[in-house]
């Protein structure tokens, strides 16, 4: 079945003796493990990298991409000048600061709390609880935020009502007043649970006999948590405050498409993703969405970098 | 250790938040369970919130016996389980490919590999490659492009260096093919790493609307979530139709009362069907995502 020096595929005892090619093929069976998958990654990456290019074109799906005339800046231009310009990079970015304004303490603040909790059942239970969340699709999640705020006898509009601070039921959903508050609750209360975990192991590294000293000298358990827990993971907080300014672009996807869509909304759900999604794929215009998806893709490398460079020297400078 | 009464008072505060917050994260779940298994006509006139008030099972004998629910299920399931399988064998071999020491171009594979996870083409034209393979309104469009995760090879090439190299290497001087050592030594080991990240892709793809959404327009090609959140959509339309008839008379109030089931009722009844599959593996994710988690971040 098989020859014995091909068995010995990849241990090459004399690597340089052997030309190149005959030695890929002796090791026939791992590339032949690697390939396809490499061709995916081909054909489902880098193919639309390469595609990106079309943002320079007047794309037609008729035509096709080598088809297509060249139109240079012509999109680009357009995006910047397009009245819906201004509106969805405030979107993208109040909602991005938001999230994140919101969404990177709690997760602190829970993990800070769940450590203080000896009673281990009780804390089993609440992370069991709160990392459910994270296991729901947002259709689901947006199927229950709609429930309980529907106009409807949603449940939030009965507690209003029964504590008597409204009298006719409000209608949060369409009103572009209530739409961020709603978005950072949602997110808030999908993520919260489960973005504890990396932060719980932080926690769970800190020194044990700094609090035994701690308490020796009279710090109660409040300060134990400022001096001495708090102190100890602000790398690990910082690194992903660093990494979270990097994604300043992503102001989040399903969540605003799922809850945002109403045109009565679109003044304040719209961000660079989902207006890319709706000009593009809905009203077919395929260059112009091309175009405000690489402007994106553009910044967000630029962000990246700096973020990376910024988490290396505050990681540096940390040791 | 005896706790000072700051300190107690801390904690009474701390039991109590999280109290709360266990509540507040379980209610939307709850609330949906409740309507589902309550008449929808009387969930309509107000007040369901933590009890059924008219216990009933109308509202699941309805989803179970619509033709177009159970089908979207049965989609579910086949694109989770061909979507699982398909991409964990080939993140795997591609993983173990890339762990075995002297392949050649290993380092060029793997910068090929990795500058995906930082670069992307985008939405636009990932639709338009899709498109141009012929995938749109075929199952496979849910299934094939997001077959290789390099997020998940790295994960699988950590726990394959891990591995004793004793092992492997006694397997090939015993005269074993690279594919044998891989399938009758490397994967039996691999038990954890395995079951973790099929977990999370198999999670993932019940999950997933959003592939159906742009790529198929065969209602009978949807997914669960794809069809509940089309659903939920037209119940908001439906929502905001109510209020504007409203003024016009009772003649929506009448429509909406006709039947003891309700589309509100229906559409949790068919969300609960929808989460339970998440339910039921959600013991079993949890026991090993905090180790997947951690290994992710590490990473990063």
Known sequence: MRTPISASSTITISPRAKPLWKRFLSQWQVQAMIWPALIFIFVFSYLPMYGVLMAFQDYSLFKGFFGSQWTGLKHFEAFFHSPDFFRVIRNTIVISLLKLFIGFPAPILLALMLNEVRNMVFKRVIQTISYLPHFLSWVIVSGFTISLLSVDNGSLNILLQSLGLTDKPINFLSTPEYFWGIIVTTNLWKEIGFATIVYLAAIAGVDQSMYEAASIDGANKFKQIFLITLPSITPVILIFLILNIGGLLNAGFDDLLLLGSSPMLRDVADVIDTYAYRVGIINNRFSYAAAVGLFKAIISVGLLTMANYLARRAGSSLW | ?300
């Open chain 2, 1 to 300: 250790m005896k706790l000072s009464s700051s300190d107690k008072t801390l904690h009474i505060i701390i039991y109590i938040l999280l109290i709360i917050l266990g509540m507040v994260t379980l209610y939307p779940f709850w609330n949906s369970a409740v309507i589902s298994f309550n008449v929808g006509m009387d969930t309509s006139r107000g007040g369901v919130t933590i009890w059924p008030r008219q216990f009933t099972l109308d509202n699941y004998k309805i989803v179970f016996q619509d033709n177009r629910i159970l089908h979207a299920f049965y989609i579910s399931v086949m694109r989770t389980l061909a979507g699982t399988a398909i991409s964990i064998f080939l993140t795997a071999i591609f993983a173990y490919g890339l762990s075995v020491k002297g392949v050649i171009g290993k380092k060029y594979y793997m910068i090929f590999a990795i500058i995906t996870m930082y670069f992307s083409g985008g939405l636009i034209p990932f639709y338009l490659v899709n498109r141009e393979l012929g995938l749109m309104n075929s199952f496979w469009v849910m299934v094939i492009p997001t077959a290789v995760s390099v997020w998940n090879m790295i994960i699988f090439r950590t726990f394959f260096m891990g591995l004793p190299v004793g092992l492997e290497e006694s397997a090939k001087i015993d005269g074993c093919s690279t594919f044998g050592i891989f399938f009758r030594i490397v994967l039996p080991l691999s038990g954890p790493v395995l079951a973790t990240l099929s977990l999370f892709t198999a999670v993932y793809h019940w999950n997933d609307w959003f592939t159906a959404t742009i790529f198929i327009n065969k209602t009978e090609l949807f997914p669960i979530q794809t069809m509940l959140q089309q659903i939920l959509n037209s119940n908001i339309m439906s929502e905001q139709l109510t209020i504007a008839l409203k003024g016009n008379g009772a003649a929506a109030d009448a429509m909406s009362r006709m039947q003891s089931v309700t589309t509100k009722s229906l559409t949790m009844a068919t969300m609960m069907v929808a989460t339970l599959p998440i339910i039921a593996v959600y013991p079993f994710v949890q026991r090993f995502f905090v180790k997947g988690v951690l290994v992710g971040s590490l990473k990063e």
